[in-house]
């Protein structure tokens, strides 16, 4: 089973487009409309493959009504009428509008895909996709056409499958298979050639020049669903092609494109179970949950300088993969993108090479802020809130990044202290405050360097540029204002907080 919501976000908007939303969520199964009438199950997904008029749409939303069904599909104009979406709200029903690109058969196909991943992973904290072995058999197929080596890529430019065919593999190509992505020196120098914005605008094969350190030429084929990207098939030195070879090669992209759609479908469904279920996860420290791989574990959050929204989960799943995490432990907790490392060893995911691949990861004002070693799950509400702190810090410039709440626990702890004063009850410096407001007086600032230099004078008059002198006479102005002693440590330890506010 799984949401309606996560269905259509997994599927994609160039496969579906909701247009009403019921009250029934979880889907179950998918059906034909004008098949063998169905029987009353509340999860169902029916298709109205055969509505192509008003009344036909609403007799397949009065069927899907009939059985309890969670929600219709149908076609455009169809699925948009008022009429229709209005008489759905009514019924509860959701409607999903399937794009006219894709058949039906092949969206029961992608559908069954994302419901049979989601039974197999239920109760897995990562939920692990389809195989690649049909794509493997594409790239085979793709290989022979054109007598040369060919791989399957992502629009991440991930390796998907490869052919066997070696004959003019150069060290791109091994490297390529064997880390299972294009090298990053690699992808610099194909990003510079302006390979890589030619992929996402071409929709015919082109040719890259070879270049240095033996890299060969090849020969890009976009893979599309409509407009959109969703891959390409790269040939290594495939030598002059006849138009009978390039026109078969191409015609292969079609069904190459329907195996990544099922593939990001699936991807999609399992990225947002590992979400849920992790934000779970450090949300409520559940300590029965067997899903987490082995810790001990930190929380980092996640974040730019300016806390930008539209910088958010994507684009660090994104980046992470690109930089050789395969399976990325993501979630967004209060709209803080948030990951889930391994606090020890140096492999992909762990906090040692996040913490060293970060200038490489993305954006230069980009931060990262881990919490405490978590040694079991229960200790991962603490980690993340220790994470969200350090973020806090290093965004007021008090932190650096990236870094652990281990390195700045006593910023951490004043930051927390001083929090907590928010809202309180007039204090000393607010009296302060008032008197520099209305006379021009500055003795907030004197005393914050008074506390933090209480056995040096001469430095603290240094810091605010004023002579020895003026500062005893302003001290005493302060003692005088605010009728606290500033030889108790206890009160110098208050007044220094509520200075730091």
Same mark, same amino acid.
């Given at each position: 089973?799984?949401?309606?919501?996560?269905?259509?976000?997994? &599927?994609?908007?160039?496969?579906?487009?909701?247009?009403?939303?019921?009250? /029934?969520?979880?889907?179950?199964?998918?059906?034909?409309?004008?098949?063998?009438?169905?029987?009353?199950?509340?999860?169902?997904?029916?298709?109205?493959?055969?509505?192509?008029? *008003?009344?036909?749409?609403?007799?397949?939303?009065?069927?899907?009504?009939?059985?309890?069904?969670?929600?219709?599909?149908? /076609?455009?104009?169809?699925?948009?009428?008022?009429?229709?979406?209005?008489?759905?709200?009514?019924?509860?029903?959701?409607? &999903?509008?399937?794009?006219?690109? *894709?058949?039906?058969?092949?969206?029961?196909?992608?559908?069954?895909?994302?419901?049979?991943?989601?039974?197999?992973?239920?109760?897995?904290?990562?939920?692990?996709?389809?195989?690649?072995?049909?794509?493997?058999?594409?790239? #085979?197929?793709?290989?022979?056409?054109?007598?040369?080596?060919?791989?399957?890529?992502?629009?991440?430019?991930? *390796?998907?499958?490869?052919?066997?065919?070696?004959?003019?593999?150069?060290?791109?190509?091994?490297?390529?298979?064997?880390?299972?992505?294009?090298?990053?020196?690699?992808?610099?120098?194909?990003?510079?050639?302006?390979?890589?914005?030619?992929?996402?605008?071409?929709?015919?094969?082109?040719?890259?020049?070879?270049?240095?350190?033996?890299?060969?030429?090849?020969?890009? *084929?976009?893979?599309?669903?409509?407009?959109?990207?969703?891959?390409?098939?790269?040939?290594? #030195?495939?030598?002059?092609?006849?138009?009978?070879?390039?026109?078969?090669?191409?015609?292969?992209?079609?069904?190459?494109?329907?195996?990544?759609?099922?593939?990001?479908?699936?991807?999609?469904?399992?990225?947002?179970?590992?979400?849920? /279920?992790?934000?779970?996860?450090?949300?409520?420290?559940?300590?029965?949950?067997?899903?987490?791989? #082995?810790?001990?574990?930190?929380?980092?959050?996640?974040?730019?300088?300016?806390?930008?929204?539209?910088?958010?989960?994507?684009?660090?799943?994104?980046?992470?993969?690109?930089?050789?995490?395969?399976?990325?432990?993501?979630?967004?907790? #209060?709209?803080?993108?948030?990951?889930?490392?391994?606090?020890?060893?140096?492999?992909?995911?762990?906090?040692?090479? &996040?913490?060293?691949?970060?200038?490489?990861?993305?954006?230069?004002?980009?931060?990262?802020?881990?919490?405490?070693?978590?040694?079991?799950?229960?200790?991962?509400?603490?980690?993340?809130?220790?994470?969200?702190?350090?973020?806090?810090?290093?965004?007021?410039?008090?932190?650096?990044?990236?870094?652990?709440?281990?390195?700045?626990?006593?910023?951490?702890?004043?930051?927390?202290?001083?929090?907590?004063?928010?809202?309180?009850?007039?204090?000393?410096?607010?009296?302060?405050?008032?008197?520099?407001?209305?006379?021009?007086?500055?003795?907030?600032?004197?005393?914050?360097?008074?506390?933090?230099?209480?056995?040096?004078?001469?430095?603290?008059?240094?810091?605010?540029?004023?002579?020895?002198?003026?500062?005893?006479?302003?001290?005493?102005?302060?003692?005088?204002?605010?009728?606290?002693?500033?030889?108790?440590?206890?009160?110098?330890?208050?007044?220094?907080?509520?200075?730091?506010?």
């Amino acid at each position: 089973m799984i949401d309606i919501d996560t269905l259509a976000e997994s &599927l994609g908007e160039g496969i579906v487009r909701r247009t009403a939303k019921g009250v /029934r969520r979880t889907v179950t199964d998918v059906l034909l409309a004008d098949g063998d009438p169905p029987s009353h199950d509340a999860g169902t997904l029916l298709l109205g493959n055969g509505a192509h008029h *008003v009344d036909s749409a609403m007799d397949v939303l009065r069927a899907a009504d009939a059985v309890g069904a969670a929600a219709v599909v149908l /076609r455009a104009p169809y699925a948009e009428l008022p009429e229709v979406t209005d008489a759905a709200i009514d019924l509860g029903l959701s409607v &999903l509008e399937l794009r006219p690109i *894709v058949s039906w058969t092949h969206f029961v196909w992608l559908v069954r895909s994302v419901l049979d991943q989601s039974t197999s992973s239920a109760g897995a904290l990562v939920a692990h996709p389809v195989d690649y072995s049909e794509l493997f058999e594409f790239a #085979d197929a793709a290989a022979a056409i054109v007598s040369a080596p060919v791989t399957i890529e992502d629009a991440f430019s991930r *390796v998907l499958a490869y052919s066997a065919l070696q004959d003019t593999a150069d060290p791109v190509r091994i490297s390529t298979i064997v880390g299972r992505r294009v090298p990053e020196h690699v992808v610099k120098h194909f990003r510079s050639r302006g390979v890589f914005r030619t992929l996402h605008a071409a929709t015919e094969p082109f040719r890259v020049a070879a270049g240095s350190d033996g890299v060969l030429e090849r020969l890009v *084929v976009p893979v599309r669903a409509g407009r959109e990207l969703l891959g390409s098939i790269w040939v290594v #030195d495939p030598g002059p092609l006849s138009d009978e070879q390039l026109a078969e090669l191409v015609r292969t992209t079609s069904v190459v494109a329907l195996h990544l759609l099922r593939l990001r479908a699936v991807f999609g469904a399992a990225r947002r179970v590992t979400i849920e /279920r992790l934000r779970s996860v450090l949300i409520t420290g559940d300590e029965s949950s067997d899903r987490l791989p #082995d810790g001990p574990w930190r929380v980092v959050a996640l974040g730019d300088a300016s806390a930008d929204e539209e910088f958010g989960l994507e684009l660090w799943e994104i980046a992470l993969r690109r930089s050789g995490w395969s399976q990325p432990l993501l979630t967004e907790v #209060d709209g803080i993108p948030m990951a889930l490392v391994a606090a020890t060893g140096r492999r992909p995911g762990s906090w040692a090479w &996040l913490s060293a691949a970060a200038d490489s990861l993305t954006r230069q004002d980009t931060h990262l802020a881990a919490g405490r070693v978590a040694d079991t799950a229960a200790d991962l509400p603490r980690s993340r809130a220790d994470a969200i702190d350090v973020l806090g810090l290093q965004r007021a410039g008090s932190a650096s990044t990236p870094t652990t709440s281990d390195d700045v626990w006593h910023e951490v702890v004043i930051a927390r202290a001083v929090a907590s004063l928010a809202g309180g009850a007039p204090s000393p410096v607010d009296v302060l405050a008032r008197h520099d407001a209305d006379h021009s007086s500055d003795y907030v600032a004197t005393l914050r360097e008074i506390l933090a230099s209480p056995a040096e004078p001469t430095r603290a008059a240094a810091r605010l540029g004023i002579h020895p002198n003026t500062l005893r006479n302003r001290r005493s102005t302060i003692v005088e204002l605010i009728g606290a002693d500033l030889d108790d440590p206890r009160i110098r330890l208050a007044l220094s907080l509520l200075v730091s506010r």
